[in-house]
């Protein structure tokens, strides 16, 4: 399959890349890694980015701005996305083919061409690979730029090499993008740094998550509390992953109200929910998931199909 992707690559003028809603530095490192990769190997090609920026992640790159016309005979591809619903800019269906590369559970298998290993611990990770497969074949070389953003890829979505999705090749990978030449300092700046708001409001889920005796958490961020600390949903998505160092947690949800529904972020130590959040209009990674609710009732309903999941691990 990387081989049918190199060779597509190469026989297309146009290339837009897309990633999904609400990006992550994985979204950015796999899809902005992958424009800089195929620019440096094919500089005659128009190669974009699009998607609906995150000032958060200005540090790492910023999206292309284009027409319609753009999409008439292009190559779409698109990265680090599970389903359709959640790519960013529908347009990605006016090109003349798409190629679907993911680490996702392949529950929407959208596209032409479809790249998915859901042992990758990232999609960035995907992408090296990807140009070690362009090397062999076809003389590929990976610049610096694109180095970077795939390093903060897979740092990103292994939460610095903490996560299980982890693996010995993921390391092997890390390793060899180090040679290359870019600030891991500004990265790790980039990802970790928060302002003192954020920090209050972490300060503030500390104080106030609740746990049972199964190791079943959550946490409520109402629209009022993130008024309170002056802080939008997206901000407060970067909290998700704080709860993980409380001992004796099993799995966690952080439920983050925005006008018009309710974000259910999911992260677990062992117990798979991925499958719940299937069953809230959301899906993702076994240990790493996202859903929807739309009301506090709901809300509730989350909470305790999670508590029958922690109970049930036990």
């Given at each position: 399959?990387?081989?049918?992707?190199?060779?597509?690559?190469?026989?297309?003028?146009?290339?837009?890349?897309?990633?999904?809603?609400?990006?992550?530095?994985?979204?950015?490192?796999?899809?902005?890694?992958?424009?800089?990769?195929?620019?440096?190997?094919?500089?005659?090609?128009?190669?974009f980015?699009?998607?609906?920026?995150?000032?958060?992640?200005?540090?790492?790159a910023n999206?292309?701005d284009?027409?319609?016309?753009?999409?008439?005979?292009?190559?779409?591809i698109?990265?680090?996305?599970?389903?359709t619903?959640?790519?960013?800019?529908q347009r990605?269906?006016?090109g003349?083919?798409?190629?679907?590369?993911?680490?996702?559970?392949?529950?929407?298998?959208?596209?032409?061409?479809?790249?998915v290993?859901?042992?990758?611990?990232?999609?960035?990770?995907?992408?090296?690979?990807l140009?070690?497969?362009?090397?062999?074949?076809?003389?590929?070389?990976?610049?610096?730029?694109s180095?970077?953003?795939?390093?903060?890829?897979?740092?990103?979505?292994?939460g610095?090499?903490?996560?299980?999705?982890?693996?010995?090749?993921?390391?092997?990978?890390?390793g060899?993008l180090?040679?290359?030449d870019?600030?891991?300092?500004?990265?790790f700046?980039?990802?970790?740094?928060m302002e003192?708001?954020?920090?209050?409001?972490?300060?503030?889920?500390?104080?106030?998550?609740k746990?049972?005796?199964?190791?079943?958490?959550?946490?409520?961020l109402?629209?009022?509390?993130?008024?309170?600390?002056?802080v939008?949903?997206?901000?407060?998505?970067?909290l998700?992953?704080?709860?993980g160092?409380?001992?004796?947690?099993?799995?966690?949800?952080?439920?983050?109200?925005?006008?018009?529904?309710?974000?259910?972020?999911?992260?677990?130590?062992?117990?798979?929910?991925?499958?719940?959040?299937?069953?809230f209009?959301?899906?993702?990674?076994?240990?790493?998931?996202?859903?929807?609710?739309?009301?506090w009732?709901?809300?509730?309903?989350?909470?305790?199909r999670?508590?029958?999941?922690?109970?049930?691990?036990q």
């Open positions: 399959m990387k081989r049918q992707i190199i060779d597509t690559i190469a026989s297309y003028e146009t290339i837009i890349i897309h990633r999904h809603v609400r990006p992550d530095p994985d979204a950015y490192g796999s899809q902005q890694g992958l424009k800089e990769l195929i620019l440096a190997n094919y500089p005659e090609k128009k190669v980015a699009v998607g609906e920026h995150d000032e958060s992640l200005s540090f790492l999206p292309d284009i027409t319609d016309e753009k999409y008439d005979n292009a190559l779409v698109v990265t680090d996305t599970a389903n619903e959640r790519v960013d800019d990605y269906i006016k003349k083919m798409i190629i679907k590369i993911d680490h996702h559970p392949n529950d929407d298998s959208y596209g032409d061409l479809l790249w290993d859901t042992n990758a611990s990232s999609c960035s990770e995907m992408i090296y690979e140009f070690e497969e362009g090397k062999q074949v076809a003389d590929w070389i990976l610049p610096d730029a180095a970077r953003l795939l390093f903060a890829g897979i740092v990103g979505d292994t610095r090499f903490q996560f299980p999705s982890t693996t010995a090749k993921t390391f092997k990978i890390a060899e180090i040679a290359y870019f600030d891991r300092n500004q990265i700046d980039g990802m970790y740094e003192q708001k954020l920090l209050n409001l972490q300060g503030y889920i500390y104080q106030n998550f746990m049972d005796e199964y190791g079943a958490a959550h946490i409520k109402t629209k009022e509390l993130l008024a309170e600390f002056n939008v949903p997206s901000e407060a998505s970067l998700v992953g704080c709860l160092s409380v001992k004796g947690i099993c799995a966690w949800v952080v439920f983050i109200e925005e006008v018009d529904q309710i974000r259910v972020r999911l992260r677990s130590k062992g117990p798979i929910i991925n499958t719940l959040a299937k069953e209009n959301g899906g993702g990674h076994p240990l790493a998931s996202g859903a929807t609710a739309y009301s009732e709901e809300a509730e309903r989350v909470i305790t999670l508590q029958e999941i922690c109970k049930s691990y």
